[in-house]
């Protein structure tokens, strides 16, 4: 039998983002696998001994291209623990309303980097085609696609309009019957169901362990959802519930995430129905001082902010543990055993952003 | 949502009984960071339980800091986090269970978070 040693990535076609894994293999079986990372390394961290914790904002959602809004979220939510400010109920809501949709883009997004992983072109657009409506919501109400900038220290910066309400619900309802076209195809076609059922299987006690986090350990029946621990933002007067399944495969991820995308739809509505009246944002003065530890629940999971203050306008730490950073030991742990041919699949079910990473 | 921490200091000698007993309480290993301070290094690692949080806290001096105790084999992901500690800030761990021996997080400047790095020329 013939070992040997094949780097896969951190350029490869399959990979959206640039994780280098050397993978150990037995003829087509991979035995091992060793992650390395820093390739598209760019210091954010540091970036905080020069931008006041203001224009900091702006920094933390740069962070990752796809769930910025949630990480500016948890950077000023982390602020504004450590400067003593409450924000104002409409801007509780509408951090959901944007939250949400982000999360909506996200997990589409997923959902076509996955059909492509096993060759499904087809489906692979027509997911991202769908991705097209929520991103029209986001560009109407912000001006922006990905990175938005609404969140800011003390609340929003940007209000969304009874019109524009009424435009996110008719594109959250056409998203929801255009989604019944795509989701038998990922959950039911056999080809599909071939490629992810039984492959890539994490226990929950093997989920547990390896600390995974967000749709990858709920897909093991981990009912963790840092929006129902927590009950950030405007969580704690919204109806949600984590989404989880038991098999623990490839399949299983794939359901939590399609799951996860009728609730998001559901939530979206209630926020906008519920939205209540009053201002954006709360002025917010004073510079930070000690330690803090903010928590939010991304499209991939549970990130986990820290930001040390000194008493000055700038932070003397700013550190972000990313969902993809906590999946890792359990990719790391679904490798050994599997074909060479499934790598592509298990790496993207861990939906993986290396950018977000590697900071 | 944020949680006002319960930061507890720890020494070297004492982390992994404290790790310890907080993953037989039910705590569950959240995450573990450096903070390089004026005079030395502060390792802080992260217990979640629900909605709460608790963290140790581990001061090291700024040179010649002794190595310190890996808590991979209490707290299996930690050795992800403990790699890149090292490869970050130069911290050294002893007992780490998988040891990635400088090659997890590649950047062009070898411990750029570490007291003593200087900017690239």
Redesign the interface.
């Known amino acids: 039998m013939t070992r040997t040693i094949m780097p896969f990535g951190p350029q490869h076609p399959v990979l959206p983002e640039p994780i280098?894994l050397d993978l150990e293999l037995e003829d087509e079986i991979v035995v091992g696998a060793?992650?390395?990372?820093?390739?598209v390394?760019r210091?954010l961290?540091?970036l905080c001994e020069t931008r006041d914790y203001t224009e900091f904002t702006f920094v933390a959602e740069r962070v990752c291209g796809i769930c910025s809004f949630i990480h500016g979220m948890t950077y000023c939510?982390?602020i504004?623990?450590l400067l003593g400010v409450a924000i104002p109920p409409r801007a509780q809501y509408l951090r959901v309303v944007w939250s949400e949709l982000s999360r909506l883009h996200s997990h589409l997004l997923w959902l076509g980097l996955l059909a492509d992983a096993f060759g499904f072109e087809a489906l692979f657009m027509q997911s991202w085609r769908l991705r097209e409506l929520v991103l029209d919501c986001i560009e109407l109400t912000t001006g922006g696609r990905v990175i938005f900038s609404s969140a800011c220290p003390g609340g929003v910066r940007r209000d969304v309009t009874p019109d524009q309400a009424a435009f996110i619900r008719g594109k959250l309802t056409e998203l929801e019957q255009r989604l019944g076209e795509i989701v038998p195809a990922f959950l039911n076609d056999p080809a599909v169901r071939q490629r992810l059922a039984g492959v890539g299987v994490i226990t929950r006690q093997q989920a547990?362990?390896?600390?995974a986090v967000g749709p990858v350990a709920r897909a093991s029946g981990v009912a963790m959802d840092?929006r129902t621990?927590?009950?950030?933002a405007a969580y704690d007067e919204l109806p949600v519930e984590p989404i989880i399944a038991n098999d623990g495969d490839c399949l299983a991820r794939c359901r939590v995430r399609i799951g996860e995308l009728t609730q998001s739809i559901g939530l979206i509505r209630t926020a906008l129905d519920r939205l209540p009246a009053g201002e954006l944002a709360v002025k917010v003065t004073g510079n930070p001082t000690g330690?803090?530890?903010?928590?939010?629940e991304q499209p991939r999971g549970?990130v986990?902010y820290?930001l040390?203050g000194n008493g000055t306008k700038f932070l003397?730490?700013f550190?972000v543990?990313t969902p993809t950073?906590?999946n890792?030991?359990a990719l790391l742990a679904m490798l050994p055993g599997s074909a060479l041919a499934d790598v592509p699949v298990l790496v993207l079910t861990i939906d993986p952003c290396i950018s977000c990473t590697?900071r | 949502?944020?949680?006002?921490?319960a930061?507890e200091p720890v020494t070297g000698a004492t982390l992994t009984d404290r790790a310890a007993a907080l993953t037989r309480d039910g705590w569950?290993?959240?995450?573990a960071?450096a903070?390089?301070l004026p005079d030395g290094i502060e390792l802080?690692y992260?217990f979640?339980r629900?909605?709460d949080?608790q963290?140790l806290r581990l001061t090291l001096p700024r040179q010649e800091a002794p190595p310190v105790p890996s808590l991979s084999a209490i707290?299996?992901?930690a050795?992800?986090y403990e790699n890149e500690m090292h490869d970050l800030f130069g911290v050294t761990f002893s007992g780490l269970t998988v040891d990635?021996g400088s090659?997890?997080?590649?950047?062009a400047q070898p411990f750029?978070?570490a007291p003593q790095a200087e900017p690239q020329s």
């Open positions: 280098h060793r992650p390395s990372i820093g390739y390394h210091g961290e540091k939510q982390g504004e623990e547990e362990t390896l600390g840092m621990s927590l009950r950030y330690d803090i530890f903010a928590r939010a549970e986990i820290h040390k003397q730490r550190r543990r950073f906590a890792l030991p590697e | 949502m944020t949680t006002t921490p930061i569950r290993f959240a995450q960071c903070t390089t802080t992260s979640a629900a909605a949080l963290h707290c299996a992901p050795f992800l990635y090659q997890f997080y590649r950047t750029s978070f």
